[in-house]
């Protein structure tokens, strides 16, 4: 968890003259955004190789980041800073070598959408692609497809075909509304979608994936917003902390206010070579969000989508951090490995096998210190 002192984005030569209520405003953010490497390469002193690495993506996926998110950096000359490596283009994006056994929609979200936006893949969940606007375009995004197409929340009349499909469907329970990111839309758009699905009865839960607390945490300092959460309370927040970097010692304040609305916050890791793929730096992160009071619910394996597959780790590695993590860290603090099985066949979790062996009448079990227990099954 990083420190951050009062004022601390004025020690940034570009960010000297803004005021507080400027910094901790979400829409300056989003309006100071760097968005192109012209925004960028002064700030960063890009070497060669990022530099080929910007001209040879930048009209093939987006590039974005908020100040906020850019202040976190620790060392802006360690090429290996995780926030970093999560922002900037690399040549591998379109290296057909690294990007081998990719896909652009792996999952077939376009293809298994009886309504353009909406994807319905398992019999009691929809995915509802709001925007396909982030304030961060994440270089490892399972929906980096979006980032070929214009930035643009959807129309009204594309949320009434949603919510029309919605509606004729009651075995749908749950409605997962994501993006890109939702709320970086206007708190207008956000109440359109939440009152027209809180209206539905059948659906019990109403889950928000958004990165706005890691990249644009002030979003939460907005009173509207809150009420909103509060108003319709059917809504779960789902976030996306990837480092300990990322998590300040201004989150928990702000997950404070979130929570105050009786809306649980949950968190999705997703496992990324070189920036988070070791045990340390997972526990870290699990013991910093419990801090936090936000609980990990997944570590997704990293999936086969074009532009990211060299974040992709051994698929095992993630099994190894669970064991690690199994003993060190209580239940609370860990979350589910998964997989996400291409042609949109669902999520698997993948777990260490404690079972070591299985006999007519007993199991024997070994548990973190690899200590066997024999025990009757029945
Ligand atoms: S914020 Fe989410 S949807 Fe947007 S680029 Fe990052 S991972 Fe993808």
Not at 13 to 38: L, P, T
Not at 94 to 114: C, G, K, T, Y
């Amino acid at each position: 968890m990083q420190v951050l002192e009062k004022d601390y984005w004025k020690k940034f030569d570009i960010w000297k003259d803004v005021e507080e209520y400027e910094w901790r405003n979400w829409k300056w953010q989003i309006a100071n955004r760097f968005k192109s490497y012209e925004d960028i390469k002064n700030f960063l002193k890009l070497d060669k190789n990022q530099e080929k690495a910007f001209k040879i993506t930048e009209n093939i996926f987006h590039f974005g980041t908020t100040p906020y998110y850019l202040s976190l950096i620790k060392d802006f000359s360690d090429k290996n800073n995780p926030i970093l490596k999560q922002i900037l283009p690399s040549t591998k994006e379109i290296d057909p070598v690294s990007q081998i056994e990719s896909f652009l929609d792996p999952f077939l979200e376009d293809e298994m959408s009886p309504v353009s936006g909406l994807t319905h893949r398992y019999p009691d969940r929809v995915l509802f692609r709001a925007t396909n606007f982030c304030s961060v375009y994440c270089r490892h995004c399972m929906r980096k497809r979006m980032f070929l197409e214009d930035e643009k929340a959807r129309t009204k009349e594309e949320y009434d075909a949603m919510f029309q499909y919605i509606k004729q469907n009651k075995q749908i329970k749950e409605v997962l509304i994501s993006g890109g990111d939702p709320l970086t839309l206007p708190n207008s758009k956000i109440e359109y979608i939440l009152k027209n699905l809180y209206q539905i009865d059948h659906i019990d839960v109403i889950r928000i994936g958004s990165r706005e607390l890691v990249v644009n945490p002030y979003r939460f300092l907005d009173d509207d917003l809150l009420q909103l959460f509060d108003k319709y309370d059917k809504v779960w927040l789902v976030t996306h902390f990837n480092h300990p970097d990322e998590i300040t010692n201004e989150t928990k304040k702000i997950v404070k206010n979130i929570l105050s609305t009786g809306t649980p916050v949950l968190n999705q890791t997703v496992l990324l070579k070189g920036i988070n793929d070791d045990e340390k730096t997972i526990e870290q992160l699990m013991r910093d969000l419990l801090k936090s009071k936000i609980k990990p619910y997944y570590l997704f394996y990293c999936d086969p989508v074009k532009g990211v597959v060299h974040f992709r780790t051994d698929i095992f590695k993630g099994i190894e951090i669970l064991e690690y993590l199994r003993g060190r860290l209580s239940g609370l603090g860990i979350p589910t490995y998964a997989v996400d099985l291409k042609d949109g066949l669902g999520k698997i979790p993948l777990v260490p096998d404690y079972i070591e062996e299985i006999e007519e009448n007993h199991v024997i079990f070994r548990n973190y210190q690899n200590k066997k227990v024999k025990m009757i099954k029945s």
